[in-house]
Nanobody, 124 residues
């Protein structure tokens, strides 16, 4: 079993930056592709970014391309989400997820393990 714990969320002004972390425990996730999703109040959970197990390939939602970077440190069993030039519409709970098997990187149902989420609030 894999446990995922997100951290690094908070309140930031528009244009600011935050770095989210997702620490895995229970089992190494170095062989799992990892993803970040977010859910704003009253909306469905949506894909933000994903990274392959080696870190060699990354995928982003169009809405965050150029502003957000996903990375991972397999030695630390941790995945990161660097968010720059934040906008009020980025306000959401951000979730980390691990994918054991196949399926599309940007599809919520492809992921098997989820964290509890961390709140990101961007003020205008």
């Amino acid at each position: 079993q894999v446990q995922l714990v997100e951290s690094g969320g908070g309140l930031v002004q528009a244009g600011g930056s935050l770095r989210l972390s997702c620490a895995a425990s229970g089992r190494t996730v170095s062989n799992y592709p990892m993803g970040w999703f977010r859910q704003a109040a009253g909306k469905e959970r949506e894909f933000v970014a994903a990274i392959t197990s080696s870190g060699g390939s990354t995928y982003y939602a169009d809405s965050v391309k150029g502003r957000i970077t996903i990375s991972r440190d397999n030695a630390k069993n941790t995945v990161y989400l660097q968010m720059n030039s934040l906008k009020p519409e980025d306000t959401a709970v951000y979730y980390c997820a691990a994918k054991r098997y196949g399926g599309l990187f940007n599809t919520r149902t492809s992921y098997d393990y989820w964290g509890q989420g961390t709140q990101v609030t961007v003020s205008s």
